[in-house]
């Protein structure tokens, strides 16, 4: 038996940062990651080898910082939690003790029941080495790609896969807007028209009937009656939490939820800790439960959970959801909440909307137009959502919104917020997005009180 | 008479956001902005004059938000403000009486007593399109170019003149190094290395003794007794506020440090506000005497000053100051203190750096290296200062980190910030600079106090 003091289950994005973070925290103590793959392939990444990257090999997840922080690596896979005792036991048949544990199993493919996706060459996407080697052999040889799913994950493998030669995308999404659960149209229509305009055939309000084939996928039957050729179909659907162990184990979970974690992401086992996508989540800004299973906040949920192995420090807000891709030369973000979900919510919401040049004067080179739209509450004036659509400045610009949206900044707040400004990376001070669209919605918030 | 509600003189960029802040606020207000230049050049954009533009005519301020705003625009010089009666004089013997006042009137290039200064082709940066072009005629003729001052707009000067065929530039600075106010080593360092890669003569702890030549500039004498050969000497030491209209009205100034204003923008006259670089400012964190003259700031102040117009709403933080900018591939920003002038201050501070590429997995094209250092006051563990450097995602990082500081967060609310992460865009969320390096920070605080 080998005992350690921190045990984390699961090597990738929160398993990763779990372990970082213990090792700052408890610089003393003794700390032991399992994982059961050799190579961890980043999630976030999958997508990009199927265009942008060389192979697989390229998408993995260093194993420096776990021998930098000297984090003890065990390839392995864990069969079994005993809380009682306080170990876990291993396919090899080792057992380790832990003082403390943190699960970080994540997550699987949700799978949906459509006849047809046991046919070859329909893809769940595994976070798994040998997978995606072979998922990308068949769309490497693939003349028709089907993807079912216009989130996030679906539409970056349609952008990708659409960059193999002589190969047609078709992406089909169920909703009226690919990037619904995320964004209003503001952001969907723009990457709808940025996906075509690569070729990419986007089909939304439509519905997977049937996928058909012998043993392979020949093609998949839609709702308009069509059918569209496919030699490989990828489902982006989304995942479900992996529970089994912890279910197993006798902590508290739901298969559709997660793991139930308190704030401090303690599970119903007081020495055992649970984060990332295996782990529940409360949405803001209700708090009622929302499964926004996202690399960056999953190691947010671990690095709390870790800080948390000797004692309670960090309490877990809300996720409110931080969201960006890019396609071509496009980038696109959502922060907190949209339009439609805040007025599902019954919120009485005011929108505002600004663009201009992301640089100034605009006749310097290399101009891309920069919107933002901002969603505040009337009654509070206070930020609730942001979306923004420019160059590849909106990674930080919409980590920027989700700052002003997590510290609960108000409309007149942000309009008066001090930017910085340059000709070569922002627009003017005068155009500048966040706080012209500010400025509107604080103008109108203030008048209408008078 | 003309006789309006609102008036502003000014019309660089706080006089612009001023008038368009002030239709926002009150829409059915008469508004008139009186600007004695025909053509308004936008301030930050004019080093881009010497090499990435074409002529300053693509450098201008556009008039269109005037129009689009109802904003009635007179060029005209204002001669004389009577407070007493309400009204002003312009040079053409035209009267405008106003029901409240907003002064805008900028800023002039500092003088520096060097003998020589007067010599042709010895250049202060003037916001003048006729002296721009004489400027600009100038550099293209020029073998030697001196820029004298090492600060943001002296390097972007160097930078841009750099580009011109067959012209050697020297940039001499007196402090240690350049950017010195703004940033500390760890960007200097980094901005000096890639000038002189670009071939820009960087001399830095070098005092300019005197400027020589018979008529026009030929040499420059400096402290090391060398003598740098010159066609062109670029003055780019700072400016000093523009209060003499405002003087000769009778409101308070200094004019090192401006027009007096209250917290809300107001002169010591209740009906007259001032708003930009001739207004005085206080500093960041400790409220005093602070000359922080950006066009950001000048915007931000003009909003509040315009918001106010009919009836205190808002009040003026301290500007923290956020800079950024950018030579060739390398962006660099700075907000708030840095540790320098926190050490001078007597803050206790902790500070910590990261960095990693901004885009994940590192094997993507198009990778550049992102870092952070972070400057937390060590009793409340509050971030008080950020700098970056990197790619064009800089410009936003650094109004993320600028949100952070006035938004007075601490290290352990940055390390568990929720940030959002995309393999084209930011880092990954396990390497998140702003994160890892706050995290590093929270976890030292915390262990401290234990």
């Not at 921190?6 to 994005?13: D, F, R, T």
């Not at 005011?350 to 919107?371: F, N, V």
Request: aromatic content about 6%; proline content about 4%.
């Amino acid at each position: 038996m080998t005992n350690t003091d921190y045990l984390i289950i699961g090597g990738s994005a929160a398993g990763l940062a779990a372990g970082i973070t213990a090792r700052q925290y408890y610089p003393d103590s003794s700390i032991t990651l399992i994982r059961k793959e050799e190579n961890v392939v980043i999630p976030c990444g999958i997508p990009y080898i199927f265009g942008t990257l060389d192979s697989p090999d390229q998408n993995l997840i260093p194993d420096a910082p776990l021998h930098n922080n000297d984090i003890d690596l065990v390839i392995d896979k864990v069969e079994d939690i005993d809380k009682e005792e306080k170990c876990v036991k291993t396919s090899s048949g080792e057992v380790f003790s832990y003082n403390k544990l943190i699960i970080a199993t994540g997550s699987s493919p949700l799978e949906i029941p459509i006849p047809g996706v046991d046919l070859e060459n329909v893809f769940t996407v595994e976070k798994d080495l040998d997978h995606l080697n072979k998922m990308l052999d068949a769309v490497e040889e693939a003349t028709d790609v089907v993807v079912i799913g216009g989130g996030f994950m679906g539409l970056e493998f349609a952008d990708e896969c659409n960059k193999q030669d002589d190969t047609n995308v078709t992406v089909v999404e169920r909703l009226p807007n690919v990037l619904q659960l995320a964004c209003d149209e503001v952001i969907s229509d723009k990457v709808e028209a940025k996906l075509m305009e690569h070729g990419v055939n986007v089909l939304t309000n439509t519905e997977v009937k049937e996928i058909n084939g012998d043993e392979s996928v020949e093609s998949v039957s839609i709702g308009s009656g069509d059918v569209l050729d496919a030699d490989v179909v990828i489902m982006g659907i989304g995942v479900k939490p992996s529970v089994d162990l912890a279910r197993s184990a006798g902590l508290k979970t739901s298969g559709k939820h997660g793991i139930w974690v308190d704030d401090f992401m303690r599970t119903s086992d007081e020495h055992v800790f649970a984060a990332g996508d295996c782990a529940g989540k409360r949405g803001y800004p209700s708090g009622e439960a929302r499964a926004v299973r996202l690399a960056s906040v999953a190691t947010t949920e671990a690095r709390v959970a870790a800080t948390n192995l000797g004692g309670i420090r960090q309490r877990m807000e809300y996720p409110i959801g931080i969201f960006s891709t890019k396609f071509g030369d496009l980038a696109v973000g959502a922060a907190g909440q949209t339009e439609k979900d805040a007025r599902k919510l019954g919120i009485d919401i005011l929108t505002t909307e600004a663009s201009a040049c992301d640089r100034h004067p605009g006749k310097l080179p290399e101009c891309t137009e920069l919107g933002v739209k901002l969603i505040f509450a009337k009654d509070t004036g206070l930020i609730i959502g942001g979306q923004a659509y420019g160059g590849s400045s909106i990674g930080e610009m919409i980590n920027f919104i989700g700052a002003l949206i997590q510290h609960k900044m108000r409309a007149d707040e942000i309009f008066t917020f001090q930017m910085g400004t340059h000709p070569l990376l922002t627009a003017s001070p005068v155009a500048y997005q966040l706080t012209s669209a500010a400025q509107k919605a604080a103008a109108e918030l203030s008048n209408s009180r008078r």
